[in-house]
């Protein structure tokens, strides 16, 4: 279900220093996600739309300095009603009518639709995945377009000269770090020079609906996951950072953002 509000504020500023993203400010078109992610605590049947936000974001920007802001950091704003609102459309025609740099991160092949307006300007474009394989994906991001079209989608950007980078949202134990050194591969060949990366959090009522899900698909990799994650959100004792690092290095992507 879809509810169009209107929202008080549009902008928010990153207060601490934000390596994983690279900007200054963020915009969300959306509030919670119709993508619905697994691993997601933006997936919600009821998605938020912020029809004002274009008008709020020209009145906010006169205050803004000229710094990167970020787009989609919380809700992916190519989600599936962007095809029909183009909210993000109209904020990102602001943002570069007025100059500022921009860092989208995205799930969706959607954003080939604003090719014509990102191309030859000074606009990153990341794009996340976290398996190769389509079943996989279905499962666990079952309306975001196949990884193989994500990786089409990166190539064409990169060949219209965005510059392009590949974010591994979530690094999932024991299921898909076996696709990290292809997804590197992959993406680097389709044109990405930039990696960022983070491991999967299972908090609140996420962390029962992605294991009881699991369980159903492998029951020894949900075994796994819940033994990991007894005591934390996050996967206590799991680290892979020296393996994505030399994989990084093999394959000449760049780990961060800048
Ligand atoms: S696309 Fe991103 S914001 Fe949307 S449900 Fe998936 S992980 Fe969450």
Known sequence: MYRWISCNRLINEVTKEDKI???????????????SCLYCDAAEDTIYIKYNAPDLLRKEIKSL????VI?????????MIEKESKITREILSILLEEGFPIHILTKSNLVERDIDLLKERDVRVTFSLSTLDSNLSKLLEPNAPLPSQRLEALKRLSKEGIRTGVAIFPV???LTEMDIEDMIKLSREAGASHLIYEYLELKGDVKERFLHIMGKYSPEIANKLRELYS?????????????IKALCK????????E
């Open 65 to 68: 300095k000229k710094a990167t």
């Open 231 to 243: 005591e934390s959100y996050k996967p206590k004792g799991y680290n892979i950072d020296d393996r």
């Open 250 to 257: 093999a394959y000449g992507m760049r780990i961060g953002y």
């Open 71 to 79: 787009i989609g950091s919380s809700t992916d704003a190519y989600q």
């Open 21 to 35: 993203f690279g900007g200054k400010y963020l915009i969300d078109p959306y509030q919670k996600c119709d993508i």
């Open 172 to 174: 999932i134990p024991f």
